[in-house]
């Protein structure tokens, strides 16, 4: 188990706010420009460390959020990355609360077609987990893959979405079965995985 300090690099600035999910502890890091990381953490968390004044504003809106009372975020968020990482983290925010996309379609939507991996590898690297809302691109097949937050998280997050997965344990192949609501216009598996490979 890493510490926070081995974990949280300093440049996303202070700790800012610890809020609890079902998921588990999300820490929230920053400055007063404003969010540079939203991360899942295990273990010993300095809480309230040098609020910003976005600080109780992103608090109420996670707990509204975790309460199925919100389902878009209205926050200053500052991810540091490349010019590119940038770009695919705008596109995540495109997508919206109940939907899903593969990391194809959100390829082509940026229009890089040819850029699946980069753009999958970009996602990898969201610095700011749920507001940044990279948890809702699955694989073409409707597979998990991966979550920086851990797939349980990645699972949770779209079940508490509206998202139907397979039972079993969580891993990067479990499949999501139904698509919340009428999202993408599909109810079952095989609808699903045709869908995400458009």
């Not at 890493?2 to 202070?14: D, F, I, K, N, R």
């Not at 040819?114 to 507001?131: D, E, F, K, Q, T």
């Not at 344990?169 to 079965?177: D, E, F, H, I, M």
Request: proline share 5%.
């Amino acid at each position: 188990m890493h510490s926070v300090s081995e974990t949280l690099t300093a440049s996303e600035g202070p700790v800012c706010l610890v809020s609890g999910s079902p998921w588990g502890d999300i820490v929230v890091r920053g400055d007063e420009q404003g969010i540079r990381s939203v991360r899942f953490q295990a273990g010993q968390v300095e809480r309230q460390v040098g609020l910003a004044s976005w600080s109780e504003r992103c608090r109420q809106q996670l707990q509204a959020y975790c309460k199925g009372q919100l389902t878009a975020f209205d926050l200053p968020l500052q991810p540091r990355g490349t010019a590119f990482q940038q770009r695919v983290w705008q596109a995540l925010q495109t997508i919206p609360f109940g939907e899903l996309r593969s990391y194809q379609q959100q390829a082509e939507a940026m229009g890089s077609p040819g850029a699946v991996r980069a753009v999958a590898s970009a996602n990898a690297r969201n610095p700011i987990s749920i507001i940044i809302p990279c948890h809702r691109v699955i694989g073409r097949d409707a597979a998990l893959r991966g979550y920086a937050g851990g797939l349980a998280a990645k699972a949770g997050l779209l079940r508490h979405e509206g998202h139907q997965l397979e039972a079993g344990p969580v891993t990067a192949s479990s499949k999501v079965l139904a698509i919340a609501s009428t999202a993408m216009g599909v109810t079952d598996q095989h609808a699903v995985q045709t869908k995400l490979a458009l």
